[in-house]
């Protein structure tokens, strides 16, 4: 049986990010935390209200890390190279994509505070691919991209190149590194 004990938040946020990744939406409860974290139910109870909270806060707290780290990227000034750590930090946080897969599943009426998060994640989801295509369009005005592509086609790449399974279990710097070169260079010799 589990014991009560003060829980740390980081540590719920990990171990809800690490349940979230392996059981997915629907295998996500309370009861498996809580054995997780070897804390009482009651006491995940004591912050969050049901499942849909804690998720939505848990990808709230996700979103806001990544941007922050965008919005250092932004105020580079080559939109080239900026294209190229925004791979990189794709790559660093793609588990982000698995929580924008499990996104309908949220209930949004679980709780005002949920509705609220959801609007906010939409928000930032929008955000995020403006700039990415205002990066794009200025990185043709420059001339370090192909002008004759469609914004979105090249957007398109960057966020799908994420999903790209990753079989041979490569460090994610290195496969970062290795998809940035094939958008670059192609894959002809």
Do not use: C
């Not at 995020?128 to 914004?151: C, D, H, V, Y």
Request: hydrophobic content about 40%; aromatic content about 8%.
């Amino acid at each position: 049986m589990a014991r009560q004990r003060k829980m740390n938040i980081t540590e719920l946020m990990e171990a809800t990010e690490n349940l979230l990744l392996e059981k997915g939406y629907e295998g996500f409860h309370f009861k498996a935390l809580s054995e997780r974290l070897d804390v009482a139910r009651s006491t995940i109870y004591e912050y969050y209200k049901n499942k849909d909270e804690l998720i939505v806060d848990y990808m709230t707290d996700l979103m806001d890390q990544v941007m922050r780290k965008i919005d250092r990227l932004s105020q580079q000034t080559d939109a080239f190279s900026t294209l190229k750590d925004l791979l990189y930090l794709f790559m660093e946080y793609s588990q982000v994509y698995d929580m924008i897969k499990m996104r309908p599943s949220l209930d949004k009426s679980a709780s005002p505070q949920v509705k609220k998060q959801l609007e906010q994640l939409d928000a930032q989801s929008g955000r995020l691919f403006q700039l990415l295509m205002t990066l794009i369009e200025k990185a043709k005005k420059e001339g370090s991209i192909r002008a004759n592509l469609p914004s979105s086609l090249i957007a398109g790449v960057f966020f799908q190149s994420v999903l790209i399974q990753n079989a041979e279990g490569i460090p994610k710097e290195e496969w970062a590194k290795m998809l940035f070169d094939m958008i670059e260079n192609g894959i002809t010799p």
